[in-house]
């Protein structure tokens, strides 16, 4: 399978890389592509709705652990290592050190593929603030003086962005111009999901979004595509063909 060097995703919150792109991250790891996983936060503040409304009065500490295990649970389902940064929620707020902790991730793990959010959410300031970051990140990792010690060049990766807030992406300008169809693996994606019991609604929601881009997929491709996940590319393709959309 092409994109042997792995993917690494950058998501604000624990549960967006399993609601955006938990699909395509399981189909790679199905093929032993290794996948990383990056979050930023927790989520605990802004995104543990369940959690706040059954547990009521509790602590941000102990939301932040049992987001960890929920996140934990759902990385293991579709395979991917994970890691927290822990820089806190709502709001999310970058500085110097942080954006030259996530160009170090990137050395490190030298992906092929970077997913991560989409550069405007007008509903949702912590995932722009993401791709921001992100990107200036993967611009720094690729400077020559940000790690003496490496003498090789950092291949630059692709670099695509997920889905905003759903369903108001047309608020945040996000047109994808590239579909992934997980009809063969969304059981495992909902399943993953279904570990995020701090968000209770996320199985059905994105039950309903994947059809929708499914049903567009299934226009591009010509093809019945029952489930999909839509991106948008940040990054050129370069090579001696135009890139077409795999027929299998």
Same mark, same amino acid.
């Given at each position: 399978m092409a994109d042997e060097a792995g993917i690494? !995703?950058?998501?604000? +919150? !624990?549960? $967006?890389?399993?609601?955006?792109?938990?699909?395509?991250?399981?189909?790679?790891?199905?093929? /032993?592509?290794? !996948? +990383?996983?990056? &979050?930023?936060? @927790?989520?605990?503040?802004?995104?543990?709705? $369940?959690y706040w409304r059954q547990l009521g009065d509790t602590s941000v500490s102990d939301a932040k652990k049992t987001r960890r295990v929920e996140a934990e649970a759902a990385a293991t389902v579709l395979g991917t290592t994970i890691q927290f940064l822990d @820089? /806190?929620?709502?709001? =999310?707020?970058? /500085?110097?050190?942080?954006?030259? &902790? =996530?160009?170090?991730?990137?050395? %490190?793990?030298?992906?092929n593929i970077i997913l991560t959010h989409w550069k405007e959410d007008p509903y949702n300031v912590d995932h722009a603030v993401t791709t921001t970051s992100v990107i200036?990140?993967?611009? *720094?990792?690729?400077?020559?003086?940000? %790690?003496?010690? *490496?003498? $090789?060049? =950092?291949?630059?990766? +692709?670099?695509?962005? @997920?889905?905003?807030?759903?369903p108001r992406d047309d608020d945040a300008g996000f047109v994808p111009d590239t579909y992934v169809d997980i009809s063969t693996i969304f059981e495992t994606k909902i399943k993953?999901?279904?570990? *995020?019991?701090?968000?209770?609604? =996320?199985?059905?929601?994105?039950?309903?979004?994947?059809?929708?881009?499914?049903?567009q997929a299934t226009q591009w491709s010509g093809r019945k595509i029952v489930y999909a996940e839509? @991106?948008?590319?940040?990054?050129a393709v370069v090579g001696t063909r135009l890139p077409v959309m795999d027929a299998g």
């Amino acid at each position: 399978m092409a994109d042997e060097a792995g993917i690494l !995703v950058f998501s604000a +919150h !624990v549960a $967006d890389f399993c609601s955006r792109c938990g699909g395509t991250l399981a189909l790679y790891t199905r093929n /032993n592509v290794k !996948v +990383h996983v990056v &979050c930023l936060t @927790f989520g605990e503040r802004g995104e543990s709705g $369940d959690y706040w409304r059954q547990l009521g009065d509790t602590s941000v500490s102990d939301a932040k652990k049992t987001r960890r295990v929920e996140a934990e649970a759902a990385a293991t389902v579709l395979g991917t290592t994970i890691q927290f940064l822990d @820089f /806190n929620d709502y709001p =999310l707020e970058i /500085n110097r050190e942080r954006i030259e &902790c =996530l160009a170090r991730i990137i050395r %490190d793990n030298r992906p092929n593929i970077i997913l991560t959010h989409w550069k405007e959410d007008p509903y949702n300031v912590d995932h722009a603030v993401t791709t921001t970051s992100v990107i200036r990140a993967a611009d *720094i990792a690729a400077v020559p003086g940000f %790690d003496p010690s *490496i003498s $090789d060049v =950092l291949p630059v990766p +692709h670099m695509f962005g @997920f889905e905003p807030t759903v369903p108001r992406d047309d608020d945040a300008g996000f047109v994808p111009d590239t579909y992934v169809d997980i009809s063969t693996i969304f059981e495992t994606k909902i399943k993953a999901l279904g570990k *995020i019991k701090s968000q209770s609604e =996320l199985p059905e929601r994105y039950t309903m979004w994947s059809k929708y881009r499914g049903a567009q997929a299934t226009q591009w491709s010509g093809r019945k595509i029952v489930y999909a996940e839509a @991106f948008r590319r940040f990054t050129a393709v370069v090579g001696t063909r135009l890139p077409v959309m795999d027929a299998g």
